[in-house]
């Protein structure tokens, strides 16, 4: 009997995945739970079990595709009776969001984007309080078409105008009706609904305001300026991927192309974002690690022994930010509009390298984690970004950011602002350097810190004494690591 | 006047329908001096003799071939079955026999097959059944399939009185939990007219039996949350309520379908059918439906839970299409 294998919801707010790579080809045998297929979605990489055991008869979906969540991707011709894997939900079922045609640059953006401009451009993925009424004066987002930015060879200008323009808008039969009988353009009345979709409600809603609904939403926008998160919108979104200079500069002598894969264009995107939106400011700190060099010489082994779990200096310098954030709020923030969001928890986001990009997995409530609990939380999280099994939700909702250039050998470094957080303490390597202490000279384990702080929010006279609070913390440890 | 339970008020109905047709007889096992095995005919023998209330051996077929050749003959024969499972036993004689007669000899058979059907009573694969869609699936017949002591005494005396053949399903989990007054003077329920048991105008509840209360409940506890659900009682599988439901759906427009039988091959997909067919351009989400699963009624109690529709899954379910 032939399962289906169908491309998987990674998440609640997840609509579509990219097939990264197949791991079997048509005609190999496979076991139940095998993995089947590596997938890239907006939140997470994941390796994708099969769903049966059997021969996989047909891939439907070639690696480097982005698809709908529930479309199917491969059939497996089961051996003997096997179930029908999640038979797809009506949701899935009905047509996914197609992309709409990639702008061919920044200054051309389709008209309608330019009647949205002033305000903000919510995008699916980040739902904030406003949204709703500012939504109104949007076009429904554009989706890149992925399969197609993946071409390798440069694509003329007029040719991605016109490939794949039309853009289809979830709704239902009803509200189709219901735009035909009122002639109201679908595109233009934004979707409340799962997944997007144009209800009864956003219809009934966009009926009864009529023309003027625009108009009256757009004027409520200014109560909700452009923030980080609201200028993600869709066209700024791309934006951030078209290259500096004209085209036919890029190209010359001998090159190959290489499609950027999904991580690589939202690792992209988010950075550009971030380094537009936040004015960054950066503070150097240098910190004396040798009583905690020391501390972890003498109890590597025996903190290994008794607890299962690395002991690495990554853990210290966790603990001594979130004794720095609970004594200055202000640096645990994100920013809305004109609102300052304090968060109450202090969830960590460790910057994590991977062989084929950068995650930032998050250590959640890390205010009430002894230093043990932090060890482990960071190694599991590590560990399970390495071999993709990281859960969607597991990458979200950071307060602020670790990163450790200083892995690398780095001096130090000075890192871009993690959105929607407003900064990020950087780690330089750790290394013995002669210091003066006390007119004499010794040598000590030093490390470079660096804070890399929203200025919009973070003055320098809190990101000083919140590093010193840090240095302060890390120079004169005294928790007990066991 | 004491509320009654849906027991009581189907023997009110058969007394009723006893007393006012001399043709109307009562067939079946046990129903004579043992008052049947819910005591559904308890005092009939007693009040019409063993003429009118015929005790049976136990077969099935007979007491159906039996009945079938008396509504030929001018008698309209009230048979129980006493597992309306058992009713499989004469499968050949109701959808051949029964079904076709006034379609092909002009010989209608006036006649009621009732019985206890149903789970949720930890009666096992056996004593749980829920059939009608085997005999919904035959022209010819009416399928009734009550949910209230109200509607279950006014619905079998028109099932008596209808000139066609009658499959009346008792859910037996109701058969004393339910209790209603009912009217002193004489009313009926007329076969093929649904009711609304809540208004609503989010979403709209299909069911019937015993899972219109499990939907009620859920309504109750979708009202928290804002959604406000229409639930209607089918009453009448067969004929289908059609305007009832279209004109709900087309009020809602958002349908869930609720029912205890099983799924594959359940109401359910025929009213899906029917929505797309009549009232397509009315819809705001997939139809929904929460039935049991597809397999025999289990014995065991946690199983037969978890086998059912209950109120959570029906609210998860509405809650899921609301959100559409």
Redesign the interface.
């Given at each position: 009997m032939a399962v289906e294998v169908v491309m998987p919801q990674m998440g609640e707010s997840i609509f579509e995945g990219t097939i990264t790579k197949w791991l079997k080809k048509a005609g190999d045998k496979i076991e139940r739970d095998e993995p089947l297929f590596e997938i890239s979605t907006d939140k997470v990489d994941a390796e994708i079990p099969s769903p049966s055991a059997g021969v996989l008869k047909e891939i439907k979906i070639a690696e480097g595709q982005t698809v709908p969540v529930q479309t199917v991707v491969a059939v497996i011709e089961a051996d003997g009776a096997g179930a029908r894997l999640a038979a797809p939900?009506?949701?899935a079922?009905a047509e996914a969001l197609e992309g709409g045609p990639a702008p061919a640059g920044v200054e051309a953006p389709p008209p309608d984007d330019e009647k949205a401009a002033p305000g903000p451009v919510p995008t699916k993925k980040d739902p904030q309080p406003g949204a709703q009424e500012t939504a109104a004066a949007a076009p429904a987002p554009p989706r890149a078409p992925e399969s197609k930015t993946a071409s390798s060879a440069p694509p003329a200008k007029s040719a991605s105008a016109d490939a794949g323009s039309r853009e289809k808008v979830r709704s239902?039969?009803?509200?189709?009706?219901l735009a035909k009988e009122h002639e109201v353009d679908l595109t233009q009345v934004p979707g409340t609904?799962?997944g997007g979709?144009v209800?009864?409600k956003d219809i009934l809603g966009a009926i009864e305001g009529g023309g003027a609904r625009a108009e009256a939403s757009s004027t409520a926008a200014p109560a909700a300026p452009s923030t980080a998160q609201s200028g993600a919108g869709a066209p700024a979104a791309r934006a951030t991927i078209e290259s500096a200079v004209p085209r036919e500069k890029i190209y010359f002598g001998k090159y190959d192309v290489q499609p950027m894969s999904v991580m690589r264009q939202k690792i992209a995107e988010h950075m550009v974002l971030s380094k537009r939106v936040s004015p960054h400011v950066y503070s150097v700190d240098e910190v004396d690690m040798t009583p905690i060099a020391n501390l972890r010489a003498k109890s590597k082994a025996k903190f290994e022994e008794s607890t299962g779990t690395k002991l690495t200096f990554m853990p210290f310098f966790v603990r001594a930010a979130v004794e720095g954030l609970r004594a200055f709020p202000t640096v645990n923030a994100s920013v809305d509009g004109t609102n300052v969001v304090l968060h109450k928890e202090c969830n960590i986001g460790i910057a994590v390298a991977l062989d084929w990009g950068l995650i930032v997995p998050v250590i959640k409530n890390a205010e009430e984690k002894n230093f043990l609990g932090i060890a482990r939380s960071m190694n599991d999280l590590a560990e399970r970004a390495r071999s993709k099994k990281l859960k969607p939700e597991e990458v979200a909702e950071s307060t602020f950011s670790i990163t450790n250039p200083g892995v690398f050998g780095g001096l130090f470094g000075l890192p871009v602002i993690n959105q929607p957080n407003v900064a990020i303490l950087g780690l330089g390597a750790i290394e013995k350097r002669p210091v003066v202490i006390d007119d004499a000279i010794a040598i000590r384990s030093m490390v470079y810190l660096t804070l890399s702080y929203d200025h919009r929010v973070v003055d320098g006279a809190i990101a000083h004494q919140f590093m010193a609070k840090i240095k302060h913390t890390l120079e004169n440890w005294i928790e007990s690591i066991l | 006047m004491a509320p009654v339970t849906m027991l009581e008020a189907i023997r009110q109905a058969i007394f009723e329908e006893m007393d006012r047709d001399p043709a109307v007889v009562a067939i079946g096992e046990d129903i004579g001096v043992y008052g049947g095995a819910f005591k559904v005919t308890e005092g009939l023998l007693e009040r019409y003799g063993n003429e009118r209330v015929i005790e049976t051996p136990i077969s099935e077929t007979a007491i159906v071939g039996a009945a079938c050749g008396m509504s030929y003959l001018g008698l309209r024969p009230i048979v129980e079955m006493q597992f309306i499972d058992f009713i499989a036993c004469c499968f050949n004689q109701v959808t051949n026999f029964v079904a076709k007669g006034h379609y092909l000899w002009g010989a209608p058979a006036p006649m009621v097959i009732r019985g206890p059907s149903g789970g949720g009573v930890h009666g096992g694969p056996f004593h749980s059944a829920n059939p009608e869609m085997y005999f919904a699936h035959t022209p010819g017949l009416k399928i009734v399939y009550p949910s209230t002591p109200y509607d279950a005494k006014g619905l079998l005396k028109s099932a008596v009185r209808d000139n066609n053949p009658v499959l009346f399903f008792e859910h037996k989990f109701l058969y004393r939990r339910i209790k209603e007054e009912l009217p002193a003077e004489e009313y009926t329920v007329p076969l093929g007219k649904a009711v609304t048991r809540r208004e609503g105008r989010d979403i709209t509840i299909l069911s019937y039996a015993a899972m219109m209360h499990t939907s009620l409940e859920a309504a109750a506890e979708l009202a928290k949350d804002g959604i406000e659900a229409e639930v209607i009682d089918l009453r009448t599988l067969m004929p289908l309520d059609k305007d009832a439901i279209l004109a709900s759906v087309k009020k809602t427009?958002k349908l869930l379908i609720v029912h205890e039988d099983t799924r594959t091959g359940g109401i359910a997909g025929e009213i899906a059918s029917l929505v797309c067919e009549n009232a397509?351009?009315?819809?705001?989400?997939?139809i929904?439906r929460v039935t049991s699963l597809d397999t025999p009624v289990p014995y065991a109690p946690t199983l037969e839970e978890h086998f059912l529709p209950n109120v959570a899954k029906v609210a998860a379910a509405a809650r899921?299409l609301a959100?559409?």
């Open positions: 939900s009506a949701i079922k239902s039969p009803l509200v189709r009706r609904g799962a979709r209800s009864k | 427009n397509f351009e009315d819809l705001d989400g997939p929904a899921e959100r559409y």
